[in-house]
């Protein structure tokens, strides 16, 4: 038995849990802009979030009504027509991209990042204002981290004042006992 037009994974679930996980992948897709997932799983939903963009371009009635059947969130239905659709309006195809990263350290499985291909200014304008927010959040911690050092050295020193006290009471009550 061959397997003329039959295209697409399977991913080891049954027909619901695949469209199930795959419609929640493409709303994902259209929230963040960007998504971290397995190879495979990224290859599946790249084809249908290329369907929805595509038919968001149109921005009719008809149109709005396809892509609810894939896309069941009012959130995400409305950022694809109103802002992600006339983003892609002069370009023909090959919205999204996908970038191998390293495999998940669980199981060894090849992870991709699937992402839209021209990004929204304003996800822009926050990859460009994280990188101080990084540095300054590492700058925090190391200053947590020194504040710490110093609180244990001076309870350290405090601890050994007092050891310094009971082992002199010690020794003048030996003293005394002579």
Known sequence: MSRHANAGRKLSRNSSHRKA?????????????????TTPKAKEAR???????TKARQNTLAARR?????VRDQ?????LFDTIGPRFKERPG???????VENRVGDNAPMSILELVEKSEKAE??????K???????????????DKAEKKAAS???????ADKKSKKKKSEEEKKR
């Open 21 to 37: 996980l795959l419609d929640n992948l493409v709303r994902a897709v259209i929230l963040s802009e960007s998504i971290r997932t």
């Open 47 to 53: 084809r249908l979030v290329e369907r929805v963009i």
């Open 66 to 70: 396809v892509v609810h059947k894939t």
């Open 75 to 79: 959130a995400a239905l409305a950022r």
């Open 94 to 100: 090959g919205y999204t991209r996908i970038i191998h």
């Open 125 to 130: 304008l926050e990859k460009k204002t994280d």
């Open 132 to 146: 101080p927010e990084k540095a300054e959040k590492k700058a925090d911690k190391a200053e947590k981290k020194a």
């Open 156 to 162: 350290k020193e405090t601890t050994d004042t007092s």
